[in-house]
């Protein structure tokens, strides 16, 4: 049986997925029923109620962390894509957080024909 800490690929595909959900989070366009998704995953993790127990070895800390896959799964399908394929670029950018610039901007300008 495999370690997770050996599987190098699935922590940094999980931690990247962490890192853009933060991101969706914090942007004004994610719409507010899915932010609480996360929040509701948190309070799941941290409360005492569980759907396996956590004393038991191994399943009690699978169940959370499955329940964490999957509203991060649900959390980033529920996320405007827009939004989603902006906060990739910038973190593969490495650009620090900064919301969506507005949709609806535009450039004043005007147009003339010299001659």
Request: proline fraction near 10%.
């Amino acid at each position: 049986m495999r370690s997770w800490l050996s599987l190098p690929g699935l922590l940094q595909a999980l931690f990247a997925r962490v890192r853009l959900a933060v991101r969706l989070v914090r942007e004004p366009r994610v719409p507010m029923p899915a932010k609480a998704l996360p929040l509701l995953a948190t309070l799941y993790l941290i409360s005492p109620v569980d759907i396996a127990l956590d004393f038991l070895p191994v399943v009690g800390q699978i169940d959370d962390l499955g329940v964490l896959i999957v509203a991060l799964e649900v959390f980033l399908r529920l996320c405007p894509e827009a939004a989603v394929a902006f906060h990739r670029a910038a973190i593969a950018g490495g650009r620090h957080y900064s919301p969506m610039p507005p949709a609806d901007s535009y450039i004043d300008a005007q147009w003339r024909r010299e001659g």
